[in-house]
């Protein structure tokens, strides 16, 4: 790694992927490097939803811990693009939206959440 700084970005990040990366089945991020990313910057992804045109309250920490640029890549990686290894950092900041009647159901997830959190050391 660089002795540059390293630089939080905050993202949008539409709901069906943003769920893949906060139930770790997604540890990847591609977007255009128009922000030049580095390894060890942090990405606050922050869940957007196109259809009601705003933000959910529900965000993500992540840290970049690999980046594949276009110029790597040529073939596979459209220019100006890079696809980012990411390792997420927390859950505490995903905020379930929900009606009374799931009430009950969402805090036992939470606290379910936060002991593991608790657990790993996070």
């Known amino acids: 790694m660089s002795l540059q700084e390293k630089m939080k970005h905050k993202l949008k990040i ?3 992927y943003f769920k893949e ?3 770790g089945n997604k540890n990847f991020e591609i977007r255009r490097n128009d922000r030049g990313f580095k390894i060890g910057d942090t990405l606050i992804l922050k ?3 196109p259809i009601k045109k705003n933000f959910t309250g529900n965000y993500a920490k992540t840290t970049v811990m690999y980046i594949l640029k276009d ?3 040529p073939i ?3 220019e100006g693009y890079c696809i980012m290894g990411i390792h997420l ?3 505490i900041g995903f905020i379930k939206c929900f009606d009374e009647s799931d009430k009950e159901f969402l805090v036992n ?3 379910q959440r936060l002991m593991q ?3 790993k050391g996070e």
């Open 14 to 16: 539409i709901p069906k």
């Open 21 to 23: 990366i906060v139930d």
């Open 47 to 49: 869940e957007y939803d």
């Open 117 to 119: 959190a608790h657990e």
């Open 89 to 91: 950092q927390n859950r």
């Open 76 to 78: 596979g990686i459209k």
């Open 71 to 73: 110029k790597d890549f």
């Open 109 to 111: 997830e939470m606290r």
